[in-house]
């Protein structure tokens, strides 16, 4: 007898443990939205994105999450709060939700019976974003650094993987990944001190460019692909930084001199313009290609009056565009600008067209050209069709919005924020309408949802990518040294 | 016990402030992330068991307990590999000096813990392969040691293949053949996680580098514990087919001349890994740490050999002290530069920079100087992990403050520490009430210029809080010691009503 009670006990409590949690019947309605982390709460997200598992940050208790969305339904109980959405069950809920909403409750146990906070919607866009995501993972600390990598994520999962590590490039520095049109098989990228030079890796071969290359062109910088993939305009910037002492911008980095020049891939040949984008009288930086190839856009500053760094807060850029040929190698003789700083008070920088041509996204701070530092620096779009800009007032935050990328089918825009703590980057995403609008931007999902919390890295220069980047890393070291 | 008890006393007597200083080299933290993160890849846990040990160096005569105990465990372990391979003579002089050897190289504040892990995995599973007599099994053993030890400590799995496949040949003749593959199976492994370009350079992934910091390229002097393990084997095995001394007294005398030669090169390694300069540094910087101004003062080295260096500890001390400017004559100065080195960028440095400039009300310095400090490790150096806590409380930036007070709070004793600090996350008005925070945050300049570093920003301190004594007192002291008579007149006139009474070294002397 005493068996068969324990049998049945047990099968029992296999039963218990095995099934899947069900809805609860919530006893009180509570009036407020969950306090999640991250706050995933009415955000616009893609039907390929990584399940967006958050933390109610208040939980003491049993919790329950129930996503629904027509007949699909995903519950989940918390642990610890978090709510750990499986990654297959997520798939199958988003594949039903593309174009729709996923209705979110949230269920917390209070005093032995259950209450659900007021229901949020997830919007899920119809357009997909890029596949993958190129960052550098960096301490965003002031002067040296130590470790640092560029990393890829595979959107749709928590997957990460190296591209290079600086582990193996004895610990020298490593940045300004770029990719040609959100091509993972043509991407460009410098090494600084060991290993130091420009490498393009095209066609599955890494090729090296020497740092310095001319006197006159101390350094290769901020680099973007003609979409041709024929050439790389460069900026070529005379760097310094500086330190403030007061509170708020802790550091100050500044060009003492920058201008864009042009390398040709296939002549191997640096191609420089005349006095508009090389010129002691001006700084020119941040060059841009437009997806047809025909107009570069870049940002200018005055540098004949200043007097760095004692002048850093007067040094404000411009928008500016001008036109090139790619067939002579020539650009224009003159400039438009699209954002005057003079008049209008402020810096721009980063411009980066949408690959349908339609905008362009710049970064506006008070000053200077290294938004990153600057608490004030937003996010504003320009519609290359109207003529105008405005802010992009959902993805903007109190605190910095800075480096962005546009995805392929320019309805995608990932970009850099200090919003969680003003110190350490982290990346978000933003869905940007057909009218150049803003949707509420989220945070790149992580496997458990206080992965930022413990997270001591900064997300520098988050690039979309339609793949992943097959560099080799060993290739590329073998190419550095010889 | 005896040879126990001899160690710990000799450790605590003469490496005490190594242990401590290792501590804040590496973190741990008490967090399931924590663990994922370095349990997820080659060698992994073994640093995970490494640094979980030399968390608790930071409590007296914790660093002198497990080093002895570590010590113990490798002799033991080595001696019941020799024993079984010489069955006949006793042979201390082989463990004693590998395991005195790494008791040294352990106070290399480079070398890792997990080289000391590895060499005892080495033993265990070499021990385990001679006592399986079933040749099957025994493989069996040999193999899935091999790859255990590749996912516990790394490049030591190659050592346990070839040391196994050693064993083998000379004790188990008829299918030492078998075992060739354990040392290829662990190259293999290197191999494949080298290919994968997630792990370090390939020094680290073939070789013991892995057990020395990455970004240092280590003497030849960590390879000797690996090179001198397979040689002791064969030695040992060679010495079993000789025959036993017929007399006891002279195997009492063979036994006593082993071990005193194998404490000799002990105290070899000794004097030659633990230079006199780095054991002040590290003492310095102990007492630094641990606040022990006092301490720092009475080191008798500090006035023997004068650097520009010590006189900035000295000099610390005593302003930590309020007394640089009363006592600053009364100690050797090496000029305005013993009052502020120059950064060469290493943790010690940019830690005592950061001291200086916190004291001095520097805060944007004192921040500068935390963070490159804390640059070389993640989550290590966690007294300037407290200052970032610190001055990004006074800055006003709580997010972050918060943020590093919720890493601090997963470690196991600067919990308390960091938890202090909560009680000011959005209440700035109790940051300018407290009075270690409060009189800084006053310090803190209001005007856009940015920072010339040194002098002028003691100037901008001054003129911001002149009521912020260790500030004036550095800057009068840099007057002094630059022999500045005009310089000094202007500054006791201008700050010389918030410095009452007169330090003893800014009293005019009477010609």
Redesign the interface.
């Known amino acids: 007898m005493k068996l068969k009670i324990l049998h049945s006990l047990l099968i029992e409590l296999i039963i218990v443990s095995c099934s899947a949690p069900s809805e609860p019947i919530a006893s009180t309605q509570l009036d407020e939205l969950p306090s999640i982390y991250p706050d995933y709460t009415e955000v616009t997200v893609p039907a390929n994105i990584a399940p967006l598992r958050f933390k109610l940050q208040s939980a003491s208790n049993e919790t329950r999450a129930v996503l629904t969305c027509g007949n699909e339904k995903l519950i989940q109980s918390g642990e610890d709060g978090k709510f750990l959405f499986p990654e297959n069950k997520w798939k199958d809920l988003l594949a039903q939700a593309a174009g729709k909403d996923i209705g979110v409750r949230v269920y917390e146990k209070k005093n032995g019976s259950w209450a659900v906070y007021r229901e949020f919607p997830i919007h899920v866009a119809r357009e997909e974003m890029d596949s993958y995501l190129a960052y550098r993972l960096i301490?965003?600390?002031?002067?040296?650094?130590?470790?640092m990598g560029i990393y890829q994520r595979e959107l749709s999962s928590f997957k990460e993987y190296?591209i290079?590590?600086n582990?193996?490039t004895?610990?020298n520095c490593m940045n300004c990944h770029t990719f040609n049109r959100q091509n993972p098989e043509e991407m460009v990228m410098h090494m600084r001190k060991t290993y130091g030079g420009t490498y393009i890796y095209k066609d599955g071969k890494v090729e090296k460019l020497n740092g310095k290359v001319s006197n006159d062109i101390p350094s290769l910088v901020y680099p973007c692909w003609h979409p041709s993939g024929d050439f790389i305009a460069f900026s070529s910037n005379q760097t310094l930084q500086?330190?403030?002492?007061?509170?708020?911008n802790?550091i100050?980095v500044y060009d003492k001199e920058s201008n864009i020049v042009v390398f040709d891939l296939k002549k191997k040949q640096i191609v420089t313009a005349d006095s508009i984008l090389f010129s002691k009288e001006a700084m020119q930086t941040f060059p841009n290609f437009s997806p047809d190839g025909k107009t570069l856009y870049f940002c200018s500053a005055r540098a004949d009056s200043l007097d760095l760094?004692?002048d850093?807060?007067k040094v404000k850029y411009s928008l500016c565009s001008i036109s090139f040929n790619a067939e002579t190698r020539t650009f224009g003789t003159k400039a438009d600008t699209l954002y005057q700083a003079e008049k209008e008070g402020r810096s721009a920088k980063f411009p980066r067209v949408s690959p349908d041509g339609n905008f362009l996204v710049f970064t506006l701070s008070d000053y200077g050209n290294f938004s990153i530092w600057h608490h004030d620096a937003d996010l504003y779009i320009y519609d290359l069709r109207k003529g105008t800009f405005l802010p992009l007032q959902a993805a903007n935050s109190e605190d910095t919005e800075s480096f962005h990328s546009w995805s392929h089918n320019s309805r995608w825009l990932v970009f850099s924020s200090r919003r969680?703590?003003?110190?350490?980057t982290r990346p978000y995403f933003t869905y940007i309408d057909t009218a150049g609008i803003s949707h509420k931007p989220f945070l790149l999902p992580q496997s458990?949802p206080?992965?930022y919390?413990?997270f001591?890295r900064s997300f520098n220069v988050p690039e979309f990518i339609q793949g992943k980047v097959q560099l080799?890393?060993?290739e590329l070291i073998t190419e550095a040294k010889r | 016990m005896v040879l126990g008890a001899a160690t710990s006393l000799f450790l605590q007597q003469y490496c005490m402030y190594d242990y401590f200083y290792t501590e804040q080299q590496q973190g741990f933290l008490w967090s399931a992330a924590y663990f994922r993160e370095l349990i997820g890849h080659p060698g992994g846990t073994g640093t995970y068991i490494a640094r979980f040990l030399r968390q608790f160096y930071c409590l007296p005569y914790a660093g002198t307990t497990i080093n002895t105990g570590l010590f113990l465990l490798l002799i033991w372990g080595m001696e019941s590999l020799y024993k079984k391979l010489d069955r006949v003579h006793f042979l201390p002089f082989l463990s004693l000096s590998i395991a005195l050897y790494v008791l040294v190289l352990e106070t290399d504040v480079y070398y890792l813990t997990e080289g000391t892990l590895s060499l005892l995995l080495t033993c265990l599973i070499l021990n385990i392969q001679l006592r399986i007599k079933n040749p099957g099994r025994r493989l069996t053993a040999l193999y899935l040691g091999t790859a255990l030890t590749f996912f516990i400590t790394g490049p030591a799995a190659f050592m346990v293949g070839l040391c196994g496949l050693g064993l083998e040949l000379i004790c188990q003749k008829s299918c030492w053949w078998k075992a060739l593959g354990a040392p290829l199976l662990a190259i293999l492994l290197q191999l494949i996680w080298h290919s994968t370009g997630n792990g370090e350079s390939a020094r680290c992934i073939f070789l013991p580098d892995a057990y020395y910091e990455s970004y240092l390229t280590p003497d030849f002097h960590i390879y000797l514990p690996w090179i001198a393990l397979p040689l002791s084997l064969l030695l040992a095995y060679a010495l079993g087919k000789c025959p036993a001394f017929r007399h006891t007294a002279v195997n009492v005398i063979f036994c006593a001349l082993q071990v005193t030669g194998a404490f000799w090169l002990g105290l070899q390694a000794f004097l030659v890994y633990h230079p006199a300069e780095m054991t002040r540094l590290k003492c310095l910087e102990v007492h630094r740490m641990q606040q022990d101004w006092n301490g720092i003062l009475s080191l008798p080295y500090m006035r023997v050999c004068p650097t520009t260096l010590y006189a900035c500890y000295q000099n610390l001390a005593l302003a930590q002290k309020g007394e640089l400017a009363e006592k600053l004559l009364d100690y050797p100065q090496m000029g305005s530069a013993g009052l502020s080195v120059l950064s060469d960028g290493s943790q010690n440095t940019c830690c005592l920079l950061s001291d200086i400039n916190y004291l001095q009300g520097n805060i944007g310095t004192a921040q500068r100087m935390a963070f490159n400090a804390i640059r070389f490790q993640k989550y290590a150096c966690t007294q300037m992990i407290l200052r970032l806590i610190q001055t990004n409380l006074i800055s006003g930036a709580d997010k972050v403050a918060e943020k590093y007070i919720t890493l601090l709070e997963k470690t196991l004793y600067y919990r308390e520490q960091a938890s202090a600090y909560r009680k000011f996350l959005g209440h700035p008005e109790r940051v300018l009430s407290d009075p270690e925070l409060g009189p800084r945050k006053k310090c803190m300049d209001t005007s856009t210029e940015l920072s010339r570093e040194g002098y002028s920003d003691l100037v901008r301190i001054a003129e911001a809080n002149p009521q912020w004594r260790p500030n004036l007192e550095y800057l009068g002291c840099i007057h002094l010691l630059n022999q500045n008579q005009d310089e000094f007149q202007n500054f006791l006139s201008q700050y010389g009503q918030y410095l009452k009474p007169l330090p003893k070294s800014f009293i005019p002397q009477q010609p």
Do not use: C, S, V
């Open positions: 301490a965003p600390g002031y002067e040296p650094w130590f470790e190296t290079l590590q582990g193996i004895d610990h500086n330190f403030h002492m007061r509170p708020g802790r100050e760094p004692a850093y807060e969680e703590d003003g110190l350490y458990d206080d992965f919390q413990d001591m080799n890393a060993k």
